[in-house]
């Protein structure tokens, strides 16, 4: 290896281009002008170095150059997207994992290249700007870039206008020291020998990563919330997993004449009996459901006693109200998996853990409850006073087919509880939207709230904490349990407006999740707190309460446990709405199967909960129908039925 310094006066105009783009960067950022001398100089040297590598010894030059090249970008791009304090939180073990993610990409680039530099260059340079687009779409929505949203970039790019680009000072620093590694890369030229060997070693090297990788991220989930992919799995490692979790395998027996079967058996032809139908009312009611945030009743986990009653409205409902507990497949997080598990009756049951439909698998023409009410005639209304871009919620609404949609800027801010607007401002945004309903207009309205959103340690001036629990102090939980009794004085408001009104109304209301609150308080509840608990004990924490109200005769009904999928078929049967095929389906699936969520179902014949993967005989065969039919409505693209889901235009 020789290195030598020569002088050429192209190296000048290559310093000049160098420094624009230098002085371009310290206009748009502002880091210290030192910086840019350093930098300038550095790239005057290296454009200046004459580099001869030994070729007896290319291919080490080239394992060198890979190995480093993929351990400086991994490094390179957790710093891009992470300020210190979250970089940290990474373990060694997954940065490991990136750092073989990026190997493997430098390897297929070396065997497409030949070169090793030349594999660095693209490989680096081509991971960067995976980086960059995901730097940027954070900006924009708070979520990362995975891989499901490629398939909405045209939206994206639609719309990027409305953003301004900006670029804080990590950015200008990895763009100035990622000039600086590629034009030393062009310097460190190393010819392949026996070219077709080198391709046919690295292509195989990286298959057996890739393999690697997979055995040691089998438990691993994707992380789609603000940043968690880039600081629990690292961003690179986090976008494989996502496109791993992208691509869900047919079930078992899954074929069209097992679909064909169940459309014989749901179809327009079906009997009567199969048809729901329990509200006494004349004309389809107007329905209102509000997913309430974080909404739970701590006492099905373990017993604790508080100063006042926390929802004392609420628990006096029982007129026209069916009312009871229901399995969600979320805790503490990921509310829009409880939102679309309600909407479609669907269950996360059958999706990679961890995954979010909204970002992941939702389709241009996903069939829901929305459609199944456009159908009918109803206005489809969706309201959640907080950023549309959260959970992609601007892009998921409008492919359901929600007619309106009102986010954080169409609430009034000043009615704050903490950081978050009230339920009782979601409340009469409601009423407002029904009082100015057209005539005979029938109006489905879908609300989720944020009013009890964690975390619960900060103080507020606008918020009195009322609720404490006795015997035992947390913070958190004071301030929650306070939100509690909060959100029934809001929902007093709420039913008590609906109960004057003479035409008939159905509201839904139930929890998305339990919250997640202080780890000491869960043993002072069930003895054990969150781990080694039994199944039963996990399900716990994955109950939520829930009713459906109206103002019309519907009777008074109890359901001990259920769960969020079977919701929607609840509501059109108690607001007297004919149920279509797919609501059948599950009317009948829940008398077979009463609760299902993504932990466990509950086994009737056993009398407890089971894993899926241990249901038998009649049990094993309805939870089968139930996979097939939901693969065929998320993913059976041209074999997609018509008869369970015919999208309403």
């Not at 000048?12 to 840019?36: D, E, H, K, T, Y």
């Not at 960059?132 to 939206?155: H, K, P, W």
């Not at 309201?383 to 919620?393: I, N, Q, V």
Request: aromatic fraction near 14%; charged fraction near 20%; proline fraction near 3%.
């Amino acid at each position: 290896m020789k290195i030598g310094l020569y002088f050429d006066r192209t190296n000048l105009i290559r310093l000049g281009a160098a420094a624009v783009l230098g002085a371009a960067l310290l206009f748009r950022v502002g880091f210290p002008v030192w910086v840019l001398a350093g930098f300038l100089a550095l790239y005057f040297l290296i454009k200046s170095l004459k580099i001869e590598l030994n070729k007896a010894f290319s291919w080490l030059w080239s394992g060198l150059l890979l190995v480093s090249g993929s351990v400086f970008t991994a490094y390179h791009i957790q710093y891009l997207l992470l300020d210190a304090e979250l970089r940290s939180k990474i373990s060694d073990h997954k940065m490991m994992l990136n750092v073989l993610c990026c190997m493997t990409v430098f390897l297929v680039a070396q065997a497409i290249a030949g070169r090793a530099n030349i594999a660095c260059i693209v490989s680096h340079v081509s991971l960067l700007l995976l980086a960059g687009v995901n730097y940027f779409v954070y900006l924009f929505r708070g979520n990362e870039f995975i891989f499901s949203d490629i398939r909405s970039a045209q939206t994206g790019l639609s719309v990027a206008g409305n953003y301004e680009f900006v670029l804080d000072v990590r950015a200008g620093y990895v763009i100035l020291i990622s000039a600086l590694y590629v034009a030393l890369l062009r310097k460190l030229s190393v010819p392949s020998q026996r070219r077709a060997v080198m391709a046919a070693l690295t292509v195989s090297l990286a298959i057996l990563l890739g393999v690697f990788v997979g055995n040691r991220t089998k438990g691993v989930v994707t992380e789609t919330w603000e940043q968690k992919g880039s600081y629990r799995n690292g961003y690179l490692l986090n976008f494989v997993l996502s496109i791993r979790d992208s691509f869900v395998a047919e079930p078992e027996g899954y074929n069209a004449e097992a679909v064909a079967e169940l459309e014989t058996v749901y179809g327009e032809d079906a009997p009567a009996a199969a048809v729901g139908g329990e509200g006494d009312v004349d004309r389809k009611p107007t329905i209102i459901v509000v997913m309430n945030e974080s909404y739970a009743d701590l006492s099905v986990v373990g017993d604790f006693s508080t100063n006042l009653e926390l929802t004392p409205f609420y628990n006096s409902l029982k007129e026209n109200t069916l009312k009871g507990y229901a399995l969600s497949s979320v805790f503490g997080a990921k509310t829009p998996n409880s939102e679309w598990e309600f909407l479609t009756g669907n269950s996360m049951a059958f999706l990679p853990g961890g995954s979010v439909v909204y970002q992941q698998y939702i389709t241009h023409t996903p069939d829901s409850l929305v459609s199944d009410l456009k159908r009918i005639g109803y206005t489809c209304v969706a309201m959640h006073p907080y950023y549309e871009t959260g959970w992609s919620r601007n892009a998921v609404y409008p492919d359901m087919g929600f007619d309106e949609m009102y986010f954080i800027d169409d609430f009034d801010q000043t009615k704050l509880l903490r950081e978050y607007i009230t339920d009782r401002e979601l409340y009469e945004k409601i009423v407002e939207r029904y009082e100015r309903r057209g005539r005979n207009e029938d109006l489905f309205l879908m609300s989720i709230s944020m009013q009890n959103h964690g975390g619960y340690t900060e103080k507020y001036s606008n918020f009195r904490e009322q609720a404490r629990m006795l015997g035992i102090n947390y913070p958190d939980v004071n301030q929650y349990l306070s939100l509690l009794k909060e959100s029934d004085d809001a929902l007093s408001y709420l039913i008590s407006y609906f109960e004057s009104v003479d035409e008939p109304v159905e509201i839904v209301f139930f929890g998305d999740h339990q919250p997640s609150l202080s780890s000491g308080f869960y043993p002072y509840l069930n003895g054990k707190g969150l781990s080694g608990l039994t199944l039963t004990q996990l399900e716990d924490l994955y109950t939520v309460p829930f009713f459906i109200w109206t103002n019309y005769e519907s009777g008074e009904g109890t359901e001990e446990i259920t769960s969020l999928n079977y919701l929607s078929t609840l509501a059109l049967e108690r607001a007297g709405i004919e149920l279509p095929p797919y609501h059948r389906f599950l009317a009948d699936l829940k008398e077979n199967i009463p609760a299902i969520n993504a932990r466990a179902y509950y086994s009737k014949a056993a009398g407890r909960y089971k894993h899926l993967e241990d249901a038998e005989g009649e049990e094993a065969e309805w939870l089968k129908k139930y996979e097939i039919l939901q693969y065929n409505n998320m993913f059976g693209k041209k074999g997609k039925s018509g008869v369970f889901f015919p999208y309403y235009d």
